[in-house]
């Protein structure tokens, strides 16, 4: 059962993630330019006025949250905001989107171009004292998200249509080597925010898709979860038993008509699932 747990209304919500300390999720409006968090137990809800492009949000070992703004990395803490780095050579057009962690602590982000025109965009990686990048040029990037070994890495090129698996073994902060996982028809959506659960199985939110799909390491296609909303963006895993997938949606490049024919889009909603999620690592600053 797909429930709408806050109607939102979320211009380009996205990055949604479990904070296992504090059983808290937070997500972003990246357009909207505010940082959303949501207690269940609870049921508390607080937005925080972030400004620019904030397209993610993490949480650090220093406590607070890393965020991803335009061509900054920033620590929040409920307010006080510390500029951790400047994201070196992106264009003016460039912003960050999605992101994961792995095992280290390291932040794996992508950025894009804003205007949706040139592959500038590239995955990155922070180490906590400087960034590197990585490769996997794409127009808009989404993902990345990593194996539970840590072996191998999904990116996602939106407007390609293609997620692409790459080899981590070795410790490789490169991405080369690339084959695709799974490319898709026009009739299926773009392929947005991605994120692996227990069984190593990859769960993909496909924008003017209208759904979720589950996807088994060889690419086959396992699970279809469709909502009420065209723009789909990602999913997160939380809940004690990380069994609650949280959906995170966008308003964003709808019309009037289909704004009107889908009054929850841009909202948050949730579903359970069979198979757990992971929890995901905290980056290292």
């Known amino acids: 059962m797909i429930d709408c747990i806050w109607p939102i209304a979320a211009t380009l919500g996205e990055g949604p993630v479990w904070d296992a300390r504090e059983r808290r999720l937070w997500f972003v409006d990246i357009k909207g330019g505010r940082l959303h968090a949501l207690t269940p137990e609870t049921g508390a809800r607080e937005s925080f006025e972030i400004g620019g492009n904030p397209s993610f949000a993490l949480p650090s070992d220093q406590g607070g949250l890393v965020i991803g703004n ?12 510390t500029e951790l780095a400047h994201i070196p050579g992106m264009v ?3 912003r960050t989107n999605d992101a994961t962690v792995d095992a280290d602590g390291r932040l ?16 990155r990686v922070f180490d906590g004292t400087s960034i590197h990048e990585a490769g996997g040029a794409a127009i808009v990037t989404n993902g990345p998200a990593i194996s539970g070994d840590g072996t191998v890495l999904y990116h996602v ?11 981590l073994r070795g410790g490789a902060v490169s991405l080369f080597g690339g084959v695709p996982f799974r490319t898709f ?6 392929p947005d925010g991605v994120v692996v659960d227990a069984q190593d199985h990859l769960w993909v939110g496909f924008w003017a898709g209208g ?8 690419g086959s296609l ?3 979860v469709r909502l009420p909303c ?11 038993d990380l069994r609650t997938a949280y959906v995170t949606t966008a308003r964003a490049g709808l019309s009037a008509a289909e704004l009107l024919a889908q009054p929850l889009a841009g909202g948050l909603f949730s579903f359970r699932v069979e198979v757990p999620g992971r929890a995901l690592p905290v980056v290292r600053v």
């Open 108 to 123: 794996w982000f992508g950025t894009m171009d804003d205007l949706e025109q040139t592959a500038t965009g590239r995955v």
């Open 70 to 81: 335009r061509d900054r990395l920033l620590h929040w803490r409920r307010g006080q905001v």
């Open 185 to 190: 028809s026009g009739d299926e959506g773009l």
């Open 222 to 224: 396992v699970t279809e």
């Open 157 to 167: 090129d939106s407007l390609g249509r293609t997620i692409w698996r790459y080899d």
């Open 92 to 94: 003016t057009t460039d």
């Open 230 to 240: 065209a723009n789909v963006t990602k999913l997160a895993f939380g809940g004690p």
């Open 211 to 218: 759904c979720a799909r589950r996807f088994a390491p060889d």
